[in-house]
C-alpha cells in the first residue's frame, strides 16, 4: 500500500519570501508524484507532476518541485511567493500502471502574508 | 482539454431525501473515474472507483448501498447519497481517467460538489 505524508499542516510566509512544502511518499512499488492546489471551495488543480526523467519538475507559476528517491520526498518550492498562492496544496501519489488512483496527504495550508 | 464536469456544484437537502451528483467527462472519453470525500480541514480521501459497464469498487468502510455510483456512459458517472443523513455533508470530488494515450499518468477533477444535510 501507498502512503503520503505532509509534514506541515500549515505554513505561514510573509509575501516575497521564498517557501518549503514537504512531502514524503512510501511505496514498495513504481509511483506517478503529484502537487495539486485547491482554492477555498473548489476543486483541485494540477501544480506539476512527477512521472519519470529529470527529478526537478517546474509549474508554470513558478512552483518546482525534485523528487528524491532515497528519500521518497517530493517537496514543493517557490523562491517567492505571493498573496495569491495562499492555498491548500496536496501532494499525491499514484502507482504507475494503476490507472490514476490518488492518494493524498493530509495537505498544508499555505497562508501568505503582506 | 481534459475538463471534468461536476453538477451540481452545491446542494441542500433533507435529512432522509436521496441526491444525485453528476461527473462528466466534456472532451475525451474515460473509462475510470473517481470519487473522493472531503471533509472541512481534511484531504481527500478515495470512496470508489467507477469503471464504465461494471460495477464500482468501494474502498473499505464505504458503504456501497448508501453511496450508488452508476458509470453508465464513457463520459458519465453518478454518485447517489441515498437517505442522506447530517454526517454525509461534505466536499464531494471526482476525477476521470485519461485513455488511449497508454500512460494514463493525469487525474482530472471536477470542480467539485458540497453537499449540505439539514
Known amino acids: 500500500a501507498q502512503s503520503v505524508t505532509q509534514l506541515d499542516s500549515q505554513v505561514p510566509v510573509f509575501e516575497e519570501a521564498p517557501v518549503e512544502l514537504r512531502c514524503n511518499y512510501s511505496?514498495?512499488?513504481?509511483?506517478?508524484l503529484f502537487w495539486y492546489v485547491q482554492y477555498p471551495n473548489q476543486g483541485l488543480q494540477l501544480l506539476l507532476k512527477?512521472?519519470?526523467?529529470?527529478?526537478l519538475v517546474e509549474s508554470i507559476n513558478g512552483f518546482e518541485a525534485e523528487f528524491n528517491k532515497s528519500q521518497t520526498s517530493f517537496h514543493l518550492r517557490k523562491p517567492s511567493v505571493h498573496i495569491s498562492d495562499t492555498a491548500e496544496y496536496f501532494c499525491?501519489?499514484?502507482?504507475?500502471?494503476?490507472?490514476?488512483?490518488?492518494?493524498f496527504g493530509a495537505g498544508t495550508r499555505l497562508a501568505v502574508h503582506p | 482539454g481534459a475538463v471534468v464536469s461536476q453538477h451540481p456544484s452545491w446542494v441542500i437537502c433533507k435529512s432522509g431525501t436521496s441526491v444525485k451528483i453528476e461527473c462528466r467527462s466534456l472532451?475525451?472519453?474515460?473509462?475510470?473515474m473517481f470519487w473522493y470525500r472531503q471533509f472541512p480541514k481534511q484531504s481527500l480521501m478515495l470512496m470508489a472507483t467507477?469503471?464504465?459497464?461494471?460495477?464500482?469498487?468501494?474502498e473499505q468502510g464505504v458503504e456501497k448501498d448508501k453511496f450508488l455510483i452508476n458509470h453508465a456512459s464513457l463520459t458519465l458517472s453518478t454518485l447517489t447519497v441515498t437517505s442522506a443523513h447530517p454526517e454525509d455533508s461534505s466536499f464531494y470530488i471526482c476525477?476521470?481517467?485519461?485513455?488511449?494515450?497508454?500512460?494514463?499518468?493525469?487525474?482530472?477533477f471536477g470542480q467539485g460538489t458540497r453537499l449540505t444535510v439539514v
Open positions: 476525477s476521470a481517467a485519461t485513455i488511449g494515450t497508454g500512460m494514463n499518468t493525469e487525474a482530472f
Open positions: 511505496s514498495s512499488v513504481s509511483v506517478y
Open positions: 512527477y512521472l519519470s526523467g529529470s527529478t
Open positions: 499525491a501519489v499514484s502507482v504507475v500502471g494503476g490507472y490514476n488512483k490518488l492518494i
Open positions: 472532451d475525451f472519453q474515460a473509462t475510470t
Open positions: 467507477s469503471n464504465e459497464g461494471s460495477k464500482a469498487t468501494y
